[in-house]
């Protein structure tokens, strides 16, 4: 079957269908955030107790899970000392450098402003531990996670092309040499395709800057987040636009392919969790 007759038909199925063919790996939510937040908590401080090490990678998109998360360990008073964070993806400027901390679109400034800045210094993770793609570790960061042992859980959100942290579908002309295959891509710098520059430009307050928006991201390869030992992905539309509905439908049912990324995600440990509006079937099914 051809993707656009696919997602004709994955556009039929009704929430209850959707549910139960899923057998599980399907959560509908009312706020994800707070599942979201509470799901990392929850997976720190089973660790902490087993005295297990914590190795997850995150996003940044969404983020408003994190407030709510720095409220949590601080409430419960998880120490995030044996975590570590391995985050997705940073945007990088025209010459492959990643965006300062300073830069509005830094992920690591973000991250800052939402979550690390907020958590008390006997609870914090130790700066060594917290980890940002970018130019001068990009090479090392495979190795790095396989010497932790690997990943326990990667969290994050998709795309509207299926993009798991910014494992483009387009050519990444940013590569030097044949593109692999998607679902052995390691990290890496690339080059973001249409579909993600328009939209992230249309929701970041840069007013559709398509020319200035960043055109280049550093990533976490697919390879990383496959291999990890449970996937919990978080898909919902945000603001008026209603992006999510394909997407998610793809990313739990989906035949793989390189077209969308995380329909690699098939046969593996993951869950994808949204809420009920993105659940329902697009108003126009085309």
């Given amino acids: 079957m051809d993707r656009k007759s696919e997602i004709r ?4 199925m009704t929430v209850a269908q959707m549910l139960e063919a899923a057998g599980g790996r399907l959560v509908i939510v009312d706020d994800l955030h707070a599942h979201f937040a509470r799901s990392i908590a ?6 902490n107790s087993a005295r297990r090490p914590t190795r997850l990678i995150l996003p940044v998109g969404p983020t408003s899970q994190y407030p709510l998360l ?3 360990i601080r409430e419960e008073a998880i120490s995030l000392c044996d975590c570590h964070l391995f985050f997705m993806d940073e945007y990088a400027d025209d010459e492959g ?22 958590l008390p210094s006997e609870l914090a993770v130790p700066p060594e531990q917290i980890i940002f793609p970018d130019q001068d570790n990009i090479a090392d960061l495979a190795d790095r996670i396989e010497q932790l042992g690997g990943i326990d859980t990667c969290y994050g959100g998709i795309g509207i092309h299926g993009h798991v942290a910014f494992n483009e579908p387009a050519p990444n002309i ?15 710098l690339v080059q973001l395709n249409d579909f993600t520059v328009t939209i992230n430009a249309i929701r970041a307050g840069v007013g559709g800057n398509l020319e200035g928006f960043p055109h280049q991201a550093f990533t976490l390869g697919m390879k990383q987040i496959l291999n990890s030992r449970r996937m919990r992905l978080y898909c919902r539309s945000d603001g008026p636009y209603d ?9 739990v049912f989906g035949e793989p ?4 990324p995380v329909t690699h995600i098939r046969d593996r440990d993951f869950v994808v969790i949204t809420n009920p509006e993105t659940a329902r079937a697009p108003e126009i099914i085309l």
């Fill in 174 to 188: 940013a590569e030097s040499g044949p593109r692999p295959n998607i679902a052995e891509s390691g990290p890496r």
């Fill in 42 to 47: 929850d997976e720190i401080k089973a660790n």
């Fill in 9 to 12: 038909k994955l556009h039929s």
């Fill in 97 to 118: 450098r990643a965006l300062p901390a300073e830069h509005p679109l830094s992920f690591k400034g973000r991250m800052q402003e939402v979550f690390f800045a907020h």
């Fill in 243 to 251: 992006w999510a509905k394909t997407v998610l439908r793809l990313a």
């Fill in 70 to 72: 720095a409220q949590i």
């Fill in 257 to 260: 392919g390189d077209d969308y």
